[in-house]
């Protein structure tokens, strides 16, 4: 295989956590585009059948569309046999779900001041994102990534954050007029999460070497999707290029790390944030 047939996935069935979020649904479309075949995993079934039949008819591939909780071992293990069943394999997997609350989300009071605050931050939220984010990698890396160890091998691709790299600027989340104990702060989780799942990544890039399943990750930047303009333009002021990605521009990356053009990668982390963690 050489030149442009590296980057297709011709036939090869790739697992998506979180399918019918904002990048999930992206990193779908250019799995068929490629000639893959997306099965998309959310807890919105409706949303991921809707989705699947839309890239069959968009690419003429087969797709699948899944509801499930990956937070829970056994509703993944069933999304494997029902994967088996209908296509006979695997090749790929992206960890892609995760909680990431959004700037207005974090502004409502809480008692001692502001719930996102690390100080205040609740145990709640805590172990959920964390379970989402991290227990659900677990088990989807177990059951799907070792399903690909023992037939032959496989691609897992673990979505992290330029805040797997770098600490969040605090400042670009801050509200006019509202008291310092109560000013909104991007979550502890989202950091713990994305670094994480490095060390997932580096961990089952060596564990799984031998069994020809290769491990990556991809730590994209912001993406532009509606924010409002005072924290669009505290952020762009933070980016080398100027600008938040757009939604769609992670595709390239995701294909590249995903095909037979990155077949000699593994263990990697590629950051796609527009330069902002060099600056």
């Known amino acids: 295989m050489s030149g442009m047939d590296l980057f297709r996935l011709p036939g090869r069935v790739i697992v998506i956590t979180g ?5 999930g649904v992206q990193h779908a479309r250019i799995v068929a585009a490629a000639g893959g075949y997306p099965v ?27 509801g499930c909780d ?12 029902q994967i088996r069943q209908h296509f006979g394999r695997i090749d790929g997997l992206i960890n892609n779900a995760a909680i990431n609350p959004k700037r207005e989300d974090m502004t409502a009071a809480a008692p001692g001041g502001h719930w996102s605050r690390f100080e205040n931050y609740p145990l709640s939220s805590w172990n959920q994102e964390l379970a989402v984010g991290l227990t ?8 799907f990534g070792g399903w690909m160890a023992e037939n032959g091998g496989g691609v897992i691709l673990n979505i992290a954050s330029d805040l797997a790299v770098i600490a969040p600027d605090q400042r670009l989340y801050r509200c006019e007029g509202v008291a310092e104990a109560q000013q909104p702060v991007k979550p502890v989780t989202y950091s713990v999460v994305k670094s994480g799942l490095l060390g997932l990544t580096r961990y089952l890039a060596t564990y799984w070497a031998e069994r020809n399943v290769r491990v990556n990750a991809l730590s994209p930047g912001g993406v532009y999707n509606g924010q409002d303009a005072a924290f669009v333009g505290r952020l762009a002021e933070r980016i ?5 990605a757009r939604v769609d521009e992670y595709q390239g990356a995701v294909l590249f790390l995903l095909s037979d053009a990155s077949s000699y990668i593994n263990g990697a982390n590629l950051v796609a944030d527009g330069g902002r963690t060099v600056w």
């Open 136 to 143: 659900g990698a677990l088990f989807c890396s177990q059951i």
């Open 70 to 81: 990956i937070t829970d071992r056994a509703q993944v293990e069933a999304a494997l046999m």
């Open 19 to 23: 399918a019918g979020g904002l990048l």
């Open 40 to 66: 998309l995993l959310d807890l919105d079934q409706a949303r991921c059948v809707a989705s699947a039949e839309q890239l069959r008819a968009d690419h003429a591939v087969e797709a699948l569309g899944i």
């Open 240 to 244: 080398p290029m100027g600008r938040m």
